[in-house]
């Protein structure tokens, strides 16, 4: 193991699909799991505490972003991210893979170098290599770290994809080699690939040969169809080790989930929950709801009857209608609550589901549903 004090167990299994349990020295995390977003050292429109009474152990945050705004300096004053975000919760950081992708227009790639940006802020060089996104983890003290990649976006470029995997390639060894013997804190690995098999494979066998102490799969939740990201999954994930997290990165609904936890993945991250919730758009156990859309003015029921946490239940579709037609900032805040409330109760449902050899039970019922 990279990481001693960091491990993971399968507790119990339904076919391909996992119930089990991550130990950090920050606390354990029961997975499946999901990961709200919080780039900026903040899941946006809540409180750390609301993340902790809904139940969440465990958030992602953003090196890249981070690296710029506040910057690593400032951050250190505090001893790391944990204390600057007043989170007791384990952190997972994105390396500032994802970026490479998403500010494509203001980066290039030196294979060396690393990823070359134009800050997005005041239009300054900024050169992130896979030693500098391992030491700017390392100063934000995240518990989960990941290797820098080259994420690449939907192509059906074969060989843009191969270099691309290269690259990561070769960027993981190095990200590797700069983290070191951490006995505290677990390094990822990242398999790329996009939606061609035998790429895929490749990738998997290149980075099982580095060794880590979890698996993701990255490049996937970047424009292909949920039929394409699931044939993915069936490709691949059976080669992949029993005895290490699996960890599905930048997805996704709550159908995504349980198609990928059909087929053995055991972590997840996505800001669809926070930022549909800013748009208006909640989830239920019935389906979605655009609360921002006339029918419900008049409507006097809850999003649900029957929650238990914050009186979620005492507003009706009604005023939350009124709020969010008024951009009233507590509409952001009640709906992103709700959802990520939603998010939570859905991985618990599912956890206990396998535990009780009733997934594809609990699958059927809810996979065109939700």
């Given at each position: 193991?990279?990481?001693?004090?960091f491990?993971?167990?399968?507790l119990?299994?339904?076919?391909?699909?996992?119930?089990?349990?991550?130990?950090?020295?920050?606390?354990?995390?029961?997975?499946?799991?999901?990961?709200?977003?919080?780039?900026?050292?903040?899941?946006?429109?809540?409180?750390?505490?609301?993340?902790?009474?809904?139940?969440?152990?465990?958030?992602?945050?953003?090196?890249?972003?981070?690296?710029?705004?506040?910057?690593?300096?400032?951050?250190?004053?505090?001893?790391?991210?944990?204390?600057?975000?007043?989170?007791?919760?384990?952190?997972?950081?994105?390396?500032?893979?994802?970026?490479?992708?998403?500010?494509?227009?203001l980066?290039?790639?030196?294979?060396?170098?690393?990823?070359?940006?134009?800050?997005?802020?005041?239009?300054?060089?900024?050169?992130?290599?896979?030693?500098?996104?391992?030491?700017?983890?390392?100063?934000?003290?995240?518990?989960?770290?990941?290797?820098?990649?080259?994420?690449?976006?939907?192509?059906?470029?074969?060989?843009?994809?191969?270099?691309?995997?290269?690259?990561?390639?070769?960027?993981?060894?190095?990200?590797?080699?700069?983290?070191?013997?951490?006995?505290?804190?677990?390094l990822?690995g990242i398999?790329?690939?996009?939606?061609?098999?035998?790429?895929?494979?490749?990738?998997?066998?290149?980075?099982?040969?580095?060794?880590?102490?979890?698996?993701?799969?990255?490049?996937?939740?970047?424009?292909?169809?949920?039929?394409?990201?699931?044939?993915v999954?069936?490709?691949?994930?059976h080669?992949?080790?029993?005895?290490?997290?699996?960890?599905?990165m930048?997805?996704?609904?709550?159908?995504?989930?349980?198609?990928?936890?059909?087929?053995?993945?055991?972590?997840?991250?996505?800001?669809?929950?926070?930022?549909?919730?800013?748009?208006?758009?909640?989830?239920?156990?019935?389906?979605?709801?655009?609360?921002?859309?006339?029918?419900?003015?008049?409507?006097?029921?809850?999003?649900?009857?029957?929650?238990?946490?914050?009186n979620?239940?005492?507003?009706?579709?009604?005023?939350?209608?009124h709020?969010?037609?008024?951009?009233?900032?507590?509409a952001?805040?009640?709906?992103?609550?709700?959802?990520?409330?939603?998010?939570?109760?859905?991985?618990?449902?599912?956890?206990n589901?396998?535990?009780?050899?009733?997934?594809?039970?609990?699958?059927?019922?809810?996979?065109?549903?939700?």
């Open positions: 193991m990279v990481g001693s004090t491990s993971f167990k399968v119990a299994k339904e076919k391909n699909a996992r119930a089990g349990v991550i130990n950090t020295k920050r606390g354990k995390i029961d997975t499946p799991a999901f990961m709200p977003v919080g780039t900026q050292a903040t899941v946006k429109s809540v409180f750390v505490d609301d993340i902790i009474s809904i139940g969440f152990q465990i958030i992602l945050s953003n090196t890249y972003h981070l690296m710029l705004r506040p910057g690593t300096d400032r951050i250190k004053l505090f001893g790391g991210v944990h204390k600057f975000m007043n989170c007791p919760l384990p952190i997972l950081t994105d390396s500032g893979g994802f970026q490479i992708m998403s500010l494509a227009k980066m290039n790639v030196d294979v060396e170098q690393g990823a070359i940006f134009r800050s997005h802020l005041d239009g300054k060089k900024i050169i992130l290599s896979p030693e500098k996104s391992i030491q700017v983890q390392k100063d934000l003290d995240s518990d989960i770290l990941m290797v820098l990649d080259q994420c690449p976006a939907l192509t059906k470029d074969k060989k843009k994809i191969k270099k691309a995997l290269d690259t990561s390639e070769y960027w993981a060894q190095r990200s590797k080699t700069e983290f070191g013997k951490n006995k505290n804190k677990a990822f398999v790329q690939g996009g939606i061609f098999e035998d790429l895929r494979i490749e990738s998997l066998k290149k980075t099982l040969k580095i060794d880590f102490d979890g698996y993701a799969l990255g490049g996937l939740a970047v424009g292909e169809t949920q039929k394409q990201m699931f044939e999954l069936d490709n691949i994930t080669h992949m080790p029993e005895d290490k997290p699996r960890y599905l930048g997805v996704g609904t709550p159908s995504d989930i349980l198609g990928a936890v059909k087929r053995g993945v055991d972590m997840f991250d996505c800001v669809i929950p926070t930022r549909s919730g800013r748009t208006g758009l909640v989830f239920t156990w019935n389906g979605k709801l655009n609360l921002r859309n006339s029918k419900y003015k008049n409507d006097t029921t809850p999003i649900d009857e029957n929650p238990d946490f914050r979620l239940n005492l507003y009706s579709k009604s005023y939350l209608n709020l969010i037609n008024s951009n009233e900032i507590l952001s805040m009640i709906l992103t609550l709700h959802n990520l409330k939603f998010y939570w109760e859905l991985m618990r449902a599912i956890r589901s396998i535990k009780n050899g009733q997934f594809d039970q609990f699958f059927n019922k809810y996979i065109d549903l939700l």
